[in-house]
């Protein structure tokens, strides 16, 4: 919001409103504790408008913004333009997509571990302040 890819300026695929409200919410060495929603248009509903907000330059994660607004990225943005139009295709992709995810059998007990940190197996951590440090 302050120095896109250190070019000093704010990102330039963000619509200009929703960074001045996005600025206001987070300035500049403010509070980093500070949440908002994911979907500024219908935070209390379950629905495809995430999808709407990026076409219209106002995603909150800079990650799909960006795939959103880079030339080449074809699959991404058919999918966007899917769901923001369609939202009986984005439920019925989420449904698909939550049964996927219910059938994968996860690592349990001695099989696997909860990561401290998601990037490095937990044997790899040196103590607790390279796990704090890792973290951020």
Do not use: H
């Not at 980093?32 to 994911?38: A, P, R």
């Not at 995810?101 to 696997?112: A, C, I, K, R, Y």
């Amino acid at each position: 919001m302050y120095d896109f890819n250190g070019t000093g300026a704010p990102d330039p695929t963000i619509d200009p409103l929703f960074l001045e409200a996005l600025q206001k919410l987070c300035p500049e060495n403010g509070n980093g504790s500070v949440i908002t929603d994911l979907d500024v248009s219908t935070p209390d509903a379950f629905d495809s408008d995430y999808y709407s907000n990026l076409q219209c330059k106002r995603g909150l994660l800079q990650t799909d913004q960006e795939l959103f607004s880079t030339p080449g990225a074809d699959d991404v943005i058919a999918l966007v333009n899917a769901f923001s139009a369609n939202q009986t295709a984005f439920f019925e992709s989420f449904v698909e997509s939550m049964i996927r995810m219910g059938n994968l059998s996860p690592l349990t007990g001695t099989e696997g571990e909860i990561r401290l940190n998601c990037r490095v197996v937990n044997a790899n951590l040196a103590g607790p302040d390279s796990m704090l440090v890792s973290s951020i």
